[in-house]
């Protein structure tokens, strides 16, 4: 019964900013690494960033510098804040997390994905 859910996508002008959030739910009893993917139309899903449960953070090279990673433990979120955008940051943006959950094995799971979408 573990799901993920993303929020916070929508329409932005360039060089604008959007935050997204994605809250963890469910018989979760440990959340480890956390993160967000993302997919442009005909490409493949592309690693963005991950923030590890003790604040470890990684990100892609296209968006160092521009995106933040954070999360709130308590409240099984983790969010990303993404500054100066440009068109090429539009894409489907997907949450990730690395779970141990109640009588399930350890595993990654997904959330359904938000839409970005950078243009003037």
């Known amino acids: 019964q573990v799901q993920l859910v993303e929020s916070g996508g929508g329409l932005v002008q360039p060089g604008g900013s959007l935050r997204l959030s994605c809250a963890a739910s469910?018989?979760?009893?440990?959340?480890?690494?956390m993160g967000w993917y993302r997919q442009a139309p005909g490409k493949e899903r592309e690693f963005v960033a991950t923030i590890s449960s003790s604040g470890n953070m990684n990100y892609a090279e296209r968006v160092k510098g521009r995106f933040s990673i954070s999360r709130d433990n308590a409240k099984k979120t983790v969010y990303l804040q993404m500054n100066t955008l440009n068109p090429e940051d539009t894409a489907v943006y997907y949450c990730?997390?690395?779970?141990?959950?109640?009588?399930?094995?350890?595993?990654?799971?997904w959330g359904q994905g938000t839409q970005v979408t950078v243009s003037s």
């Open positions: 990730n997390a690395d779970i141990l959950a109640r009588f399930v094995s350890r595993r990654q799971y």
């Open positions: 469910g018989t979760i009893t440990v959340l480890y690494d």
